[in-house]
Every structure is written in C-alpha cells, then in structure tokens.
C-alpha cells in the first residue's frame, strides 16, 4: 500500500503555544486529506476534510479557527493547532486518499501524532 | 443514531483458535464500503478487509474473513488461528454512496491468550 508519514510523532507544548503537524504522501498524489483525532481507548473521530487548493471542510463542533488546515500541495497537509491548552491533547491522525478513474480510493493513515499540551 | 456499532468493548481468544468480531451499520444508501482497521498499541491504522455492498462474495484476506450478511446489516470479522500479534484494537468503518469520509465504530479491544 501508499506511505503516509506524519511529523512529528509526539509533541509537547506549553498551554497557549501553536503546534503545526505535517502529513504527507511519499508515493502517490493525494486530492483528499483526512484529520482524526482519538483519546485514549477511543474510536478515531472525523475533524475535517481538506481537499488540495481549497478550503477545508470542517465537521460540526471542531472549531476551525483553533484548529486550522492548510492542504497546499497534492502531497502536504497540515494542521495547526493554535493556542493549544491542555484539553487538546491526543492523538492526532491524518489520511490521505486519491481519486482516479472517476472513483476515490482507499485511505491511507499516517502514523499519528501525539500532541501533549502542559 | 449511530452508523456503526460494536457491541464487544473487549474480547479474550486462546492462541490458533478463531474469533468473530461484531459490526453492524445502518445505512439508507444501497452504495456502501465496509472495511476493518486494526490498530496496535503504536497507533498505526492497519488496513484489514474490504466489503462493498454489491460484491456477491464475502471477502478474506490471509487470516481475515468478513462474514457479510446484507439483510442483517452486519460485517463481522473472523480471524482464523489468532496469534499473540493479533492483540490489538480493531475499527470496523463504512463509506457511504459517493462520499468518501469514513465514519468508524467504537472498537473492539483483542487480546489473544498463550
């Protein structure tokens, strides 16, 4: 299968400073990026989608200026997490997903990241 | 209402015996993806199996079965001869339609005994 990588792999921040996470695709092109979020013994829970060159698509209750993204190029998306506080803490999971032939394809993740906010 | 339940928070398996893990989903789409993820203690996303809705067979992968049954609405994964290394959590999740986000279940917690 496609590589998806994620930096960094964990975090930590104080209360108040901005973390930026980077996902890429190392093989192939992704139109579509995806951001999770999971704590501890929990299901992955969908934030946003990001489509390359356009704005993204936020799910209800993630607050887009907190948590801003950024999907420049086919293969870079990131997430920043601005003016972390401690409740924003957890792990932190993209995927990224082509489309060809008039279909999308399957997602794949990333390693994760876990933020650490103190 | 909830798109994908798994009813089995955690579950226990002797090593080399087989185990079923429970998805059911509600959808009103007759176009669907069903897939199960398997998550290790890293955190990565394994990628298991793949059941569409109009494939007219159950799919299986290696160790991996899916026991697709349509009418019942469920996908329940089997894992034939379970290892240590099976101990993990597992995700079932669905696509719907033309969609392509993913919306997963609450997993279910294996661990496989020696």
């Known amino acids: 299968g496609a590589v998806v990588s994620q930096h960094p792999s964990w975090v930590i921040c104080k209360s108040g400073t901005s973390v930026k996470i980077e996902c890429r695709s190392l093989?192939?092109?992704?139109?579509?990026m995806f951001w999770y979020r999971q704590f501890p013994k929990q299901s992955l829970m969908l934030m946003a989608t990001?489509?390359?060159?356009?704005?993204?698509?936020?799910e209800q209750g993630v607050e887009k200026d907190k948590f801003l993204i950024n999907h420049a190029s086919l293969t870079l998306s990131t997430l920043t997490v601005t003016s972390a506080h401690p409740e924003d803490s957890s792990f932190y999971i993209c995927?990224?997903?082509?489309?060809?032939?008039?279909?999308?394809?399957?997602?794949?993740f990333g390693p994760g990241t876990r933020l650490t906010v103190l | 209402a909830q798109k994908i339940t798994q009813t089995q928070p955690g579950m226990f398996v002797q090593e080399k015996e087989a185990v079923t893990l429970d998805c059911t989903y509600d959808?009103?789409?007759?176009?669907?993806?069903l897939f199960w993820y398997k998550q290790p203690s890293s955190g990565e996303m394994i990628f298991l199996i793949y059941?569409?809705?109009?494939?007219?067979q159950n799919a299986t992968e290696g160790r991996y079965s899916l026991n697709f049954q349509k009418a019942r609405k469920s996908a329940n994964l089997v894992i034939s001869a379970s290892q240590l290394g099976d101990s993990a959590m597992y995700f079932c999740a669905m696509r719907e339609g033309y969609g392509n986000k993913l919306v997963f279940g609450a997993g279910t917690i294996l661990r496989v005994k020696s």
């Open positions: 995927s990224a997903q082509s489309w060809t032939s008039g279909t999308y394809n399957e997602q794949f």
């Open positions: 093989d192939f092109q992704a139109t579509t």
């Open positions: 059941q569409g809705s109009y494939d007219q």
């Open positions: 959808t009103s789409d007759p176009s669907y993806g």
């Open positions: 990001s489509n390359e060159g356009s704005k993204a698509t936020y």
